[in-house]
């Protein structure tokens, strides 16, 4: 495995954000994790990459244990967060967003590879000497994807990155997530549609406050009627059709 998370805790004061989580990611495989509002996966995501510390368990990446190493070693070991908002550098160029992701790299040089993400991503080329302030919500999100993938990844996490998108954009989006799959790019995705995000993803794991409960391949999971009622919309059932309204 690429990545391992074994008992992984993680706790806000009383709050258990985070319990007892046992995760995985193959190398090159795509894995999403599910779940309403408030149900740990950012915590989960900010724990891996090492913004948080946890409370209990390890993290393994490429069969080193990384928990207690910094946010920094974890990016030189193959692992980027793009967190939830983007958190791009509003007030610098798109250039130096992505000379920001060469930052944490042991050669420090990253030409080649912000050439390559200007060829795979041309909006961001035509406007790489404007500030990142005056790109769209799509655009910084390919910007910040971009800036994750200077620093030469195995492993991206994306913490929900159609939020806030166009359904166009968030086509866009997952046919990127695709085409980065295919150059050997595993992917953590944590996301709220969550039919796109199983139908990308071969296994998926649920949450709710913190644990997960429900795990398996993709087509368990969107065949799942329990994960349907809950996490699919199906709950609520539409009322009939003479229904007299309010
Ligand atoms: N910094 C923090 N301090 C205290 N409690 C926190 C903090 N961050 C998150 N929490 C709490 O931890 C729990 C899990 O939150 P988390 O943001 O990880 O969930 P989530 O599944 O990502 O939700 P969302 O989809 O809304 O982002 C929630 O109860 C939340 O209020």
Same mark, same amino acid.
């Given at each position: 495995? !690429?990545l391992e998370?074994?008992g ?11 319990a007892? =989580?046992d995760?995985?990611v &193959?190398?090159?495989?795509i894995v999403?994790v599910?779940g309403?509002n408030g149900a740990? *996966?950012t915590?989960?995501?900010r ?5 948080? *510390?946890p409370s209990r368990?390890r993290?393994?990446? /490429? &069969?080193? @244990? ?7 070693a974890r =990016?030189?070991?193959?692992?980027? !967060?793009?967190?939830?908002?983007? #958190?791009?550098?509003?007030?610098m160029s =798109?250039?130096?967003?992505?000379l920001? +992701?060469?930052?944490? $790299?042991?050669?420090?040089?990253a030409d080649? @590879? ?6 795979r991503?041309?909006?961001l %080329?035509?406007r $790489?000497d404007?500030? %990142?302030?005056?790109?769209? +919500?799509?655009e ?13 990844p ?7 990155p159609?939020l806030?998108l166009?359904?166009?954009?968030v086509?866009q989006l997952?046919?990127l997530?695709r @085409?980065l799959n295919? @150059? &050997?790019?595993?992917?953590l !995705?944590?996301e #709220?549609?969550t039919?796109?995000?199983?139908e990308?993803a ?7 406050l /913190?644990?997960?409960?429900l795990? /398996?391949s993709?087509?368990r999971?969107l &065949?799942d009627?329990?994960l349907?009622a809950a996490y699919?919309? /199906?709950?609520?059932?539409l009322?009939?059709?003479n229904h007299?309204g309010p």
């Amino acid at each position: 495995m !690429l990545l391992e998370a074994e008992g992984l805790s993680v706790t806000y004061g009383r709050t258990r954000a985070v319990a007892s =989580v046992d995760l995985a990611v &193959g190398e090159g495989e795509i894995v999403t994790v599910l779940g309403a509002n408030g149900a740990g *996966k950012t915590s989960l995501l900010r724990a891996l990459q090492g913004a948080v *510390k946890p409370s209990r368990g390890r993290i393994v990446l /490429g &069969g080193r @244990d990384v928990t207690a190493q910094s946010s920094a070693a974890r =990016v030189r070991g193959g692992m980027v !967060l793009v967190p939830e908002g983007r #958190q791009i550098f509003v007030s610098m160029s =798109v250039h130096e967003n992505l000379l920001m +992701g060469a930052y944490l $790299r042991r050669d420090g040089s990253a030409d080649a @590879d912000i050439a390559a993400i200007y060829e795979r991503f041309p909006n961001l %080329a035509r406007r $790489r000497d404007m500030k %990142a302030s005056v790109l769209s +919500g799509g655009e910084q999100q390919m910007l910040a994807i971009g800036r994750a993938l200077v620093a030469r990844p195995r492993l991206v996490m994306l913490d929900e990155p159609s939020l806030g998108l166009s359904p166009l954009f968030v086509e866009q989006l997952f046919s990127l997530l695709r @085409d980065l799959n295919r @150059d &050997g790019i595993a992917i953590l !995705l944590v996301e #709220q549609n969550t039919t796109m995000a199983l139908e990308l993803a071969s296994r998926g794991y649920v949450f709710e406050l /913190g644990e997960v409960v429900l795990e /398996g391949s993709s087509d368990r999971l969107l &065949g799942d009627e329990a994960l349907v009622a809950a996490y699919l919309g /199906g709950a609520a059932p539409l009322p009939p059709p003479n229904h007299p309204g309010p």
